[in-house]
């Protein structure tokens, strides 16, 4: 049986990593990271509605996502940095999705205090950042790329967070398979 | 009351002794029951709004019943030039106010329920609000930096350029034929 924390890191090291500030083409787009998400979410053990609703945003994101890449690529933006910010603000609530899921499939379990301690922080990094790149556009012109590096930093940290948190799901993970096996 | 599960969770974790004990859990619940009790009662959404919404009518009141203005001229004509540096503070205190808003809800752990996405419908208008602030502003520079200028007349230009290119085409032309004469 395949891991889904994996396809769920997978999934947010994609929509994080964004290579075309440095110059570059985006090597790992945004939409391959949402359909990444829509596997894991598939994956996770569970019945509850939530997880219906966000596999369904998942994939509604993935449309989105190819589109504004698709403008991206050919080198016309509609809305520019606007588009990138929306798409943002959208990821944050579709995290909070699935925290909640995870919090669920995790309710009485050992990794339960740290997926809520991982949700607190990740969510309230991740909108404040959203908040300081919101107000740098309204901020002075030479201190504009100041304050958006600082909101993106704090998406950084909400990153690593997600990573920690990752490497815990991991390890329950294998010792919930190798107890399987032993059992069996 | 899930908030409150999560903490004795925590409080027992910590204890020394992992047996059982019945007395002690019950103490710790009535404590946390308490502590919640008269949280609920120091910061109630009602005496929060009651305050400013007060203040702001005792201040229409009095605006309406004597006539006066608060119209301060020259406070305004003070901070006339100061007027940018105003609004990037504004901006700033605004800012900060809603982080420390989100870091507080997520932070006391207030999960479940509206404040959550307060936080979110609040982050989105900011959002909005500036947008729309920088569009009413009219910015120097453009955020999105348009590759084909719709105001710039190319085929004037081109024409210009033309015309000059022909003119000293034509020169050139005489000239030369002056010097095979």
Redesign the interface.
């Known amino acids: 049986m395949k891991n889904p924390y994996d396809h769920l890191f997978n999934g947010v090291c994609f929509v994080f990593v964004d290579l075309s500030n440095f110059g570059l083409p985006d090597m790992l787009p945004d939409f391959i990271g949402y359909i990444f998400f829509a596997y894991g979410i598939h994956l996770l053990p569970t019945y509850h509605n939530l997880k219906r609703w966000s596999k369904n945003f998942a994939i509604i994101l993935t449309v989105m996502s190819f589109f504004l890449e698709l403008g991206q690529w050919l ?3 509609i ?4 588009g990138v ?1 929306f798409m943002q ?1 959208l990821f ?2 579709f995290m ?1 999705w699935v925290f909640q899921l995870l919090l669920h499939i995790h309710s009485n379990k050992p990794l339960e ?1 740290k997926t ?1 301690k991982t ?3 990740f ?2 990094f991740m ?2 950042g ?3 790149q ?2 740098s ?5 030479s201190m504009r790329e100041n304050v958006h590096f600082i909101g993106s930093l704090l998406q950084i940290f909400a990153y690593f967070l997600f990573i920690f948190y990752y490497r815990a799901c991991h390890k329950f993970y294998k010792e919930i398979n190798e107890k399987k096996v032993h059992s069996l | 009351m899930e908030e409150r599960d999560y903490e004795l969770f925590e409080a027992l974790k910590k204890r020394p002794d992992k047996d059982p004990d019945i007395v002690f859990s019950n103490q710790l619940r009535q404590k946390l029951e308490k502590t919640h009790i008269k949280k609920k009662k120091r910061f109630s959404i009602a005496t929060i709004l009651t305050v400013p919404v007060t203040i702001a009518t005792l201040l229409f009141v009095f605006n309406i019943g004597t006539g006066q203005s608060f119209h301060l001229k020259n406070a305004a004509q003070l901070t006339i030039h100061l007027e940018k540096d105003l609004i990037n503070i504004v901006c700033m205190f605004l800012m900060l106010t809603l982080s420390l808003f989100i870091l507080l809800v997520y932070y006391k752990g207030l999960m479940k329920g509206r404040l959550v996405y307060m936080t979110f419908s609040l982050s989105f208008f900011a959002w909005v609000g500036n947008l729309i602030y920088a569009e009413h502003q009219n910015m120097d520079e453009p955020i999105v930096q348009p590759s084909y200028n719709e105001t710039y007349d190319y085929t004037s230009k081109q024409y210009y350029i033309d015309e000059i290119q022909q003119e000293q085409d034509n020169y050139l032309m005489k000239k030369n034929e002056g010097g095979m004469k």
Do not use: P
């Open positions: 080198g016309y933006s809305l520019g940095e606007i910010q603000f944050i609530i909070y205090a809520f949700y607190q922080k969510m309230a909108l404040c959203f908040v300081i919101a107000f556009i309204n901020v002075d012109t």
